[in-house]
């Protein structure tokens, strides 16, 4: 079965450190690496969402890092605050028509003043 | 746009129960998900429509799961019998086409089984 393992479960940052988050898909049959973000009592949002032909894709604070030979992508936060405080997902899109998603368990990531 | 609309929000039911979660997709999005969160296994999806047509059904977990979509604009998920280990927020999205990358999620419902 096809998965993403991401890591870590937990994280605590300071206000104005880096998060990093961490995911490794385990075959090769996904076109899309997308993050989603979900803050408590809300379903999950797009984040940034990268492509395997790409290594690195940034959006303000947000970076995706990518290395398709090791089949590992993360997620940077810069100057994180506060309201980056919620649950960020790593994504995986099938190759097919059908284009599931798999997602990883997770992070919750909770960013101190 | 008003997103993708779930109801209930919230659901509580005893054990036995038939219970009937909603979900109305974004107008013109083609795709509809179903998805249960738990603190346990994550996001699992459930079942997948492309126009209206179940297209993946493998991650229903039982014969007493079961989800239709009559129209573009409507969607049911059904528990009968429902039991405590379905407990879990159930959530709705839906995408322009069943091969995009982004899913717009509803709010969820969150259902508790005694």
């Known amino acids: 079965q096809q998965q993403v393992k991401q890591s870590p479960q937990s994280l605590i940052v300071q206000k104005g450190g880096i998060s990093i988050i961490n995911c490794a898909y385990e075959n090769t049959a996904f076109d899309y690496f997308p993050w989603y973000q979900q803050f408590p009592g809300k379903g999950p949002a797009l984040l940034i969402a990268i492509r395997p032909d790409v290594s690195e894709k940034k959006e303000g604070r947000f970076t995706i890092s990518f290395n398709k030979s090791a089949k590992q992508f993360s997620l940077h936060i810069m100057d994180s605050q506060p309201g980056d405080s919620a649950t960020y997902f790593c994504?995986?899109?099938?190759?097919?028509?059908?284009?599931?998603?798999?997602f990883g368990q997770g992070t919750t990531l909770q960013v101190k003043p | 746009d008003a997103g993708v609309i779930q109801s209930p929000r919230h659901e509580v039911t005893e054990m036995g129960q038939e219970v009937t979660l909603r979900c109305k997709p974004i107008?013109?999005?083609?795709?509809l998900f179903w998805y249960r969160q738990t603190m346990m296994r994550g996001l699992e999806l459930l079942i997948y429509?492309?126009?209206?047509?179940?297209?993946?059904d493998s991650g229903m977990p039982e014969d007493r799961f079961s989800a239709k979509m009559p129209n573009a604009s409507f969607s049911t998920l059904k528990i009968q019998p429902s039991e405590p280990r379905d407990s879990a927020v159930y959530f709705c999205?839906?995408?322009?086409?069943?091969?995009?990358?982004?899913?717009?999620f509803g709010p969820g419902t969150r259902l508790t089984v005694t």
């Open positions: 994504a995986a899109k099938q190759t097919s028509n059908t284009g599931k998603l798999i």
């Open positions: 107008s013109g999005h083609n795709s």
């Open positions: 999205a839906s995408s322009w086409t069943v091969s995009y990358h982004e899913q717009y």
């Open positions: 429509f492309n126009n209206n047509v179940p297209i993946d």
